[in-house]
């Protein structure tokens, strides 16, 4: 940003004056822990930068942003060189084909490293990486970044051994040419392949001092593909962050992937859910340009805008047509979860309003209410997410919380089929609705998938939408209280009462069928259907890789197998052993404690979410928190209740 003149002076993350990181909390820290976008030109190249975390905790963050990237900058420090979080990252970004530049930060700092660094980016991130330059002075204040060109021979021979891997052409004039491959030639092919994410070149430089910044923007502009996108196209756009304006109206950050969205535009969006799509206007649009949003008439493909008007939308909503790479997942979901807890019992509200103000921002913390214990529930990535909660909400709403233990999530998978069945003036039924439903097991990750087994024709939209949306809300808690990810629901049966009149009086609710006798019926038919199909208690498991000094792993192998996991046998890389292996994710928060005391502080430690294994045991049940469908009687008095004080 000081390079391309957006700012007048360099910000720090140690003084709390960076251009990004706005949260108190993330310069007192010095970390990133919620997304900022600022955009700044390099040359005639318009760049949006959209700065995401690196903190593990915080990695839903990343996962928002990433579908919305046309390339990435991924740092890597000098001094501790690849970190665990790195690899997660790296491989996130090379699933989903994002070109990918690496800058090594910190040339400046005491202990910083080149060719050790290098090799550790080919060992542990990936082969494919080519230095662009070298460093001077490393480990000083005057450490300096020397860009490679045309003149270096070693540096044209490098490229060509790299490039002329996955280029004919390039292994042609390698082969036959007798001065070797031009260096044009070469230039032209790296962005080629790193625009492929085949090759990720590698800049060195210092953040603090600026060394080797503008080489960096160079790399960006030249190396990094532009944005693709019809200005004039059908309007197609994703949502990646929500926020509150001044007055406390909510603000979508959204990209725009074709089309141009107006201010006073009707626009469709939403349904990124599974839920229903809506319509909204837009009031206001703000557009990023030179460090700072300022206000547009409209925004164009291949912009970051900021709009107004979309009271209801959600982090992930697609804006008119969903665009194809902006659906799915790219980490797991959390597998913590703990109880908040205001410091005055006379909060309580105002903690409920402050969680889902939260939520809207960050829909992973999946807030949970607990009615009958009277608790509010988050998830969690990692402990220190609760530290940010709570000065969010000490900062944001004025409230001071607690926190109880932390817990594992666990889910419910399916046994096997169920299916149950009830009609109208069925027995025990006081619902106008007639409701089958078969569940089945579906494979780990496809999620709840809802299938019509009648006509589409046999009931109004309405009822259908009705039933689908319920079975999603019902699925959120099974037989033990745990969320059923993955299976496949079908509508089996179905029959309702059109709208009739009393005595000729107009519409009569008594003998009509409405949405709400679907919504009211269909909990219990999933539930007797669950019940015939029976579900088992998983706990998340995840994957480790421990690096600890050779003469530490007999104690480090102990420590793992008495926390419940599965280690490998041990490969020696040099003067340490690399273990790997799974554990139950549990007892990883316990492993990154015991480390340290294990390895003489010199163990390394890195986890991924791997999968879901049934419970060794007795398997453990989660509280409900919805009306109870299990109990039919429990159930049908408190949704009479609700009814009634609606009406």
């Known amino acids: 940003l000081f390079d391309a003149g957006v700012i007048g002076e360099v910000g720090s993350v140690d003084a709390g004056s960076t251009q990004t990181d706005t949260l108190a909390l993330e310069r007192q820290r010095g970390i990133t822990i919620r997304s900022a976008v600022v955009a700044f030109a390099i040359g005639d190249v318009a760049v949006n930068l959209i700065d995401t975390p690196g903190h593990p905790d915080f990695i839903a963050e990343v996962e928002r942003v990433l579908s919305v990237l046309d390339g990435a900058v991924l740092v890597v420090s000098a001094v501790e060189g690849v970190q665990a979080q790195t690899r997660i990252l790296l491989r996130a970004l090379r699933r989903l084909g994002i070109p990918t530049l690496i800058f090594v930060n910190k040339i400046d700092r005491a202990g910083a490293g080149y060719e050790q660094i290098l090799a550790g980016i080919a060992g542990r991130l990936m082969p494919s990486v080519v230095a662009m330059g070298s460093v001077c002075d490393l480990g000083t204040k005057l450490a300096a970044y020397v860009p490679f060109g045309d003149a270096d021979a070693g540096f044209a021979e490098r490229l060509a051994d790299l490039l002329a891997v996955r280029s004919d052409a390039v292994l042609a004039e390698y082969v036959t040419g007798a001065a070797g491959v031009p260096y044009a030639v070469l230039r032209k092919e790296l962005a080629v392949q790193a625009g492929r994410c085949q090759v990720h070149p590698v800049f060195f430089g210092s953040a603090m001092t600026g060394a080797g910044t503008a080489d960096l923007a160079a790399g960006i502009a030249g190396l990094l593909p532009g944005a693709a ?44 859910q599974g839920g229903n799509a809506h319509e909204g206007r837009i009031t206001g649009i703000s557009v990023f340009a030179n460090g700072g949003a300022v206000s547009r008439p409209g925004a164009r493909a291949g912009q970051i805008a900021r709009l ?30 703990t109880v908040v807890m205001p410091a005055h019992l006379a909060d309580k509200g105002a903690l409920q309003a ?27 990535y990692g402990e220190v997410q609760k530290e940010v909660i709570a000065a969010t909400l000490a900062a944001d709403f004025g409230l001071a919380v607690s926190f109880r233990d932390t817990t594992v999530i666990c889910i419910e998978r399916l046994a096997g089929p169920g299916e149950a069945a009830e009609a109208i003036k069925g027995p025990g039924n006081p619902f106008l609705a007639t409701i089958g439903l078969r569940i089945q097991p579906a494979e780990p990750g496809t999620g709840i998938q809802f299938r019509l087994g009648v006509e589409p024709g046999a009931m109004p939209p309405a009822f259908f939408r009705a039933v689908e949306d319920t079975v999603r809300q019902t699925l959120r808690q099974g037989l033990r209280g745990w969320e059923v990810p993955d299976c496949v629901v079908t509508m089996t049966r179905s029959g309702y009462w059109p ?114 294994q049934p419970v060794r045991g007795e398997p453990p049940s989660r509280h409900r928190t919805d009306n109870n469908p299990l109990n039919r009687r429990e159930y049908l008095l408190a949704v009479q209740r609700g009814v009634r004080s609606a009406g």
Do not use: W
């Not at 725009?256 to 939403?270: E, H, K, N, Q, V």
């Not at 008119?320 to 979860?337: D, K, R, S, W």
């Open 229 to 272: 996108g019809d200005p004039d196209g059908v309007l197609s756009g994703s949502v990646f962050k929500i926020d509150r304006g001044a007055a406390g109206e909510r603000l979508a950050y959204a990209r725009i992937f074709d089309g141009t969205l107006r201010t006073r535009d009707t626009i469709r969006y939403g349904s990124s």
């Open 308 to 337: 107004q008007g979309l009271a209801d939308v959600q982090v992930g909503d697609p804006l008119g047509i969903p665009h194809a790479e902006t659906t799915g997942h790219y980490f797991a979901p959390p597998t913590l979860e």
């Open 354 to 380: 402050g969680l889902a103000t939260l939520a809207e921002q960050d829909p992973l913390i999946n807030l949970r209410q607990d009615d009958v214990r009277g608790e509010l529930l988050v998830s969690l």
């Open 499 to 612: 709208r009739q009149s009393a005595a000729h009086q107009g519409f009569s609710k008594a003998v009509s069928s409405t949405g709400e006798d679907f919504r009211g019926l269909t909990p219990l038919v999933l539930m007797d259907a669950l019940r015939q199909a029976g579900t088992k208690v998983c706990e998340p498991v995840a994957s480790f890789r421990l690096e600890v000094p050779a003469d530490c792993t007999a104690a480090v192998l102990t420590a793992v197998a008495k926390l419940g996991g599965t280690p490998l046998g041990p490969q020696r890389h040099g003067a340490a052993d690399v273990i790997e292996g799974e554990i139950p994710a549990g007892q990883v928060h316990t492993v990154q404690l015991q480390l340290p005391s294990l390895t003489r502080g010199e163990g390394l430690l890195e986890t991924e979410f791997a999968r879901y």
